[in-house]
């Protein structure tokens, strides 16, 4: 059990740290001070819906599960897959967060920009751009992963030279 509670803790210190160092990173929006429309929340709300962003959401958290689970001995594999799925379902999944979400659009953009968005999202290119993106974001995954392959000897000498 030490092993698996030596993960667990791994997991979720990384999980914490991240999102720790991406809030501390975030500009202060002067948009912070003015709370936005109920009519802004609601274009928000339709941009992201339209965007795809709620099934794009629950994707990326149930891959991040999966990504974990990789590093969890197989015995413990099934309780800790259910157990992440109840957590992320009661505090990190899309229904939970989306009020949140919608805030934060709705704060950084107008509620003209967000029918804007909408108006592209459910266009014929914007239908087309969500249909591809998954092909999108895997291909630059997969040119990222080239590109830092072809030259990890560079990278590991940088680094050894670096912390010397």
């Avoid at 092993?3 to 975030?26: D, E, M, P, Y």
């Avoid at 802004?40 to 709300?45: N, Q, V, Y």
């Avoid at 897959?81 to 934060?104: E, G, H, I, P």
Wanted: hydrophobic letters at 45%; proline letters at 4%.
């Amino acid at each position: 059990m030490t092993g698996l509670r030596s993960i667990l803790l791994i997991i979720f210190f990384s999980i914490a740290i991240g999102a720790s160092a991406q809030i501390a990173k975030q500009p202060k929006s002067a948009a912070l001070a003015n709370p936005p429309s109920a009519a802004a929340l609601k274009a928000a709300e339709t941009m992201l819906l339209a965007s795809g962003a709620d099934k794009d959401f629950d994707q990326n958290m149930s891959a991040m599960i999966d990504e974990y689970a990789a590093r969890v001995p197989a015995d413990k594999l099934q309780q800790f897959k259910k157990t992440m799925r109840l957590f992320v379902d009661k505090y990190c999944s899309w229904a939970v967060l989306k009020n949140d979400f919608c805030m934060m659009y709705a704060r950084e953009f107008t509620e003209a920009e967000l029918r804007q968005m909408v108006a592209f999202y459910t266009s014929p290119t914007g239908k087309k751009l969500l249909e591809k993106r998954p092909l999108l974001f895997d291909t630059s995954a997969l040119l990222g992963r080239k590109a830092f392959n072809e030259h990890r000897a560079e990278m590991e000498q940088m680094l050894q030279d670096a912390l010397k």
